[in-house]
């Protein structure tokens, strides 16, 4: 069993930060590449932001330049630096990992629970 689990949403003024973090634990042989997603009410789930196990990144051009995607393989978690944060960026903040080898050699897809993120004055 894997469990990926997010924390650091919460409500912030347009212009602030904040920053979100996923740890994943249990069973767990290796990890490749993890990524965040966000879903706002009424639209469909999106790729924000994604990073290899090797520290290769790809973001959404909506965030390309205010959000840095990061990772701690050591500890098997990836952040989400997010600034100059705008009412659009307001939503559920999603941790996936879809390729995650467990020592039995199987390979899982895992997502987190959510985080809310709400940015507004």
């Known amino acids: 069993q894997v469990q990926l689990v997010e924390s650091g949403g919460g409500a912030v003024q347009p212009g602030g930060s904040l920053r979100l973090s996923c740890a994943a634990s249990g069973s767990i042989f290796s990890i490749g590449t993890m990524g965040w997603y966000r879903q706002a009410p009424g639209k469909q789930r999106e790729l924000v932001a994604r990073?290899?196990?090797?520290?290769?990144?790809n973001y959404a051009d909506s965030v390309k330049g205010r959000f840095t995607i990061s990772r701690d393989n050591a500890q098997n978690t990836v952040y989400l630096e997010m600034n100059s944060l705008k009412p659009e960026d307001t939503a559920v903040y999603y941790c996936n990992a879809p390729r995650v080898r467990t020592p039995g050699g199987r390979y899982l897809e895992v997502w987190g629970q959510g985080t809310l993120v709400t940015v507004s004055s």
């Open positions: 990073i290899t196990s090797g520290g290769s990144t």
